[in-house]
């Protein structure tokens, strides 16, 4: 059975403070999750169509995302 709203979930990273799921068609960047607390993404309806393949990348941050480095 497929679904066109799957959920990603991956192994905890010790010491990560945010994720972020990439997810890309033939290359090209589709759709950049917000930061998340959580080990697990739900992909939105309507971003996925079936019968096409996708890739997937997450990114685990040490740091607040949210914290802009450069003016603090």
């Not at 991956?10 to 090209?28: K, L, M």
Request: avoid cysteine; charge should be negative.
């Amino acid at each position: 059975m497929s679904s066109t709203t799957p959920v990603i979930d991956w192994n905890e990273v010790p010491g990560a403070f945010a994720y972020r799921v990439e997810i890309r068609e033939n290359d090209n960047g589709l759709h950049d999750s917000p930061f998340l607390t959580q080990s697990y993404y739900t992909v939105p309806g309507g971003l996925l169509t079936e019968r096409t393949t996708y890739s997937y990348e997450v990114g685990a941050s040490r740091e607040d995302p949210s914290i802009d480095m450069d003016n603090v």
